[in-house]
């Protein structure tokens, strides 16, 4: 299970809420110990995940 660096909050979890329509300022007031960073850090460990498993069902 992956977490936001120095959190306790995982990388599923915060997907999750920005998927399910909550704002990055919402979660950064619900979860003070995230900052904009971690969420930047999310989704681009989520992108770059989507790619790599792309890339391997084309291979």
């Given at each position: 299970m992956q977490v936001a660096r120095a959190t306790r909050i995982t990388v599923s979890d915060v997907?999750?809420?920005?998927?399910?329509?909550m704002s990055q300022d919402k979660i950064l007031?619900?979860?003070p110990d995230l900052r904009?960073?971690?969420?930047?850090?999310?989704l681009r460990y989520a992108a770059e995940r989507k790619?790599?498993?792309?890339?391997?069902?084309?291979?």
């Open positions: 997907l999750e809420y920005l998927a399910g329509g007031s619900d979860f904009p960073e971690h969420i930047q850090a999310v790619k790599r498993l792309s890339e391997l069902t084309v291979a």
